[in-house]
């Protein structure tokens, strides 16, 4: 069987054996791919820093028996992100976006669009520095994977009424947000106001170009990132340890 040439980023590793790890790779019109990396963990190998997490790396790969894992030949680092690994901050934010990135596509199924929000995400968490970025980029992250994953919020107003004005409460369950006149809090929901349901709103339809061009207080922005982050649970039905990481390593 030929090689495979795929690109893409290291979302989790698992060491099997002395000197190996089974990676779970998000690459480029493949999608989600395990990975056994031989030996990788021995820098004489020349591929621990191309098969490690973060790493967005040109891997050429095999496959041997029918229903085996993907064998690695060979790997090139394209970026290491190592600003990232420099900052516990930084490795909080970048493990919870490549768990959510892991949990919301399938084996197999192409995700170029996820896989460019992640590449960028990562980018701009690696050259910033203030907490206030974090949380934006962390917003827009949840937000448009939700997108990705076909569990946008339906940003079409009260869901009741249609009204696009006076929007008190957020659905997790739904995805769908209700007016003060409508409010419904029964179910699982949070409640919110014009300026977030309009953030929300922006975050998920902007282009790619314009997503992070919006600007809010921090306490507002810490308030959706809590919508954004409960959202996310609730549609995906389990907790993610790497929040509750990121969280406890919000409070240093």
């Known amino acids: 069987m030929p090689n495979i040439e795929a690109a893409g980023i290291v979302l989790r590793e698992v060491k099997y054996g002395e000197n190996s790890r089974i990676l779970t790779v998000l690459a480029k019109d493949i999608g989600k791919i395990s990975v056994l990396a031989g030996r990788s963990r021995s820098n004489r190998s020349g591929m621990l820093v191309a098969t490690q997490l973060f790493s967005y ?11 085996s894992l993907l064998k690695l030949n060979e790997a090139e680092v ?10 516990l901050d930084k490795i909080a934010y970048a493990s919870y976006f490549c768990d959510i990135a892991n949990h919301i596509c399938a084996d197999g199924a192409e995700e170029n ?8 995400i990562m980018f701009k968490l690696s050259k910033t520095a203030k907490a206030e970025e974090y949380l934006k980029l962390e917003a827009v992250f949840l937000l448009r994977a939700a997108a990705c994953a076909g569990l946008a919020p339906s940003c079409g107003g009260c869901a009741a009424c249609g009204s696009e004005t006076n929007i008190k ?25 014009d300026v977030l349901y ?14 992070f061009s919006f600007s809010m207080g921090v306490k507002a922005l810490e308030y959706l990132v809590s919508v954004a ?3 996310m649970r609730v549609q995906l039905e ?12 919000r409070t240093l």
């Open 229 to 231: 982050e409960e959202y």
């Open 198 to 211: 309009k953030a929300v709103c922006f975050i998920e339809s902007a282009e790619d170009r314009h997503m």
């Open 169 to 193: 409460t957020f659905s997790l369950s739904d995805g769908v947000f209700r007016c003060a006149d409508c409010s419904d809090k029964s179910g699982v929901c949070m409640e919110i106001n």
């Open 113 to 120: 669009e996820l896989l460019r929000l992640l590449l960028n």
């Open 57 to 67: 790396s040109n891997f050429t790969l095999f496959k041997g028996r029918e229903n």
């Open 238 to 249: 389990r907790d993610f340890k790497t929040l509750d990481y990121l969280r406890n390593v």
């Open 78 to 87: 394209v970026s290491a992100f190592g600003d990232i690994r420099l900052s």
